[in-house]
């Protein structure tokens, strides 16, 4: 984060995917802090009411992992944009890259922050509600399911966002893979591949890209499954708590 601070002061017309990274250091750094914050020690030593803390937190923390799935989906998209040929319908966004990420991020907090913003209403401490109207998380708060319907609602349209953008993170994957391959295909007759043994950095850079769009789509499933049986079971045990942020920070 500190190098992009440093590259948008003394550039003055950083690149795009100075601004991505940028954004997603950030929002991992604030993720993190959010997991610091919900431990026992420094829960309680906050000088706020525990409704309050409790409101802040988990719904930086709501919005903080959606921005992380639309920054890395758009960092995808600029990667897929940047190895595109010229020529190609992707090409013609080189030149506007810049001005186009910077819409895409401004629209991405406003999703995040409108669609986690019911989180402000239903998130309480733990100790205002009892045991049948509450979704217990963790030891300190509770998601009142008074507004069950409501923050379904606003699930729902979560869920809509993500999907779409690590839809759009796979699409770009594949892209990347396949303008990989063609390009291998063609320069092939360049390298004589007998007596290279070594794999062509095409190959390599396309095992990079399967195995972390692999990973990150593996991590959202899991997490998203997490998430259903919390709403269904209405129960956030410690064990399953641990789970679900070691898999969400993954």
């Not at 906050?46 to 919005?63: E, G, S, T, W």
């Not at 509450?134 to 030891?139: H, K």
């Not at 594949?174 to 320069?187: I, P």
Request: hydrophobic content about 50%; aromatic content about 12%; charged content about 10%.
């Amino acid at each position: 984060l500190l190098s992009r601070i440093l590259t948008l002061f003394l550039d003055h017309r950083p690149k795009p995917h100075d601004l991505l990274t940028g954004n997603l250091a950030l929002v991992h750094i604030l993720m993190l802090l959010t997991m610091v914050f919900f431990s026992p020690g420094l829960f309680e030593s906050l000088r706020f009411q525990n409704d309050i803390k409790c409101k802040a937190l988990f719904y930086l923390q709501r919005v903080m992992r959606g921005l992380s799935i639309c920054t890395t989906c758009l960092l995808s998209m600029l990667q897929a944009v940047t190895i595109s040929p010229s020529s190609s319908w992707l090409g013609r966004f080189k030149q506007k890259s810049r001005r186009y990420v910077v819409h895409s991020l401004l629209f991405s907090w406003f999703l995040s922050l409108s669609f986690s913003s019911n989180l402000l209403f239903s998130t309480v401490a733990a100790s205002n509600v009892t045991q049948t109207q509450e979704l217990s998380f963790g030891n300190y708060c509770s998601l009142s399911s008074a507004r069950y319907l409501r923050w379904s609602l606003f699930f729902l349209l979560a869920l809509w966002r993500d999907i779409s953008f690590v839809g759009g993170m796979l699409l770009s994957s594949v892209y990347m893979v396949t303008l990989l391959f063609r390009h291998q295909r063609r320069s092939q007759h360049l390298h004589n591949m007998s007596l290279s043994p070594s794999i062509s950095p095409e190959k390599r850079a396309t095992h990079f890209i399967l195995l972390l769009v692999s990973f990150f789509v593996v991590m959202y499933w899991v997490d998203l499954v997490i998430s259903s049986c919390h709403i269904v079971f209405l129960a956030y045990g410690p064990v399953v708590l641990g789970v679900h942020t070691l898999v969400g920070n993954a």
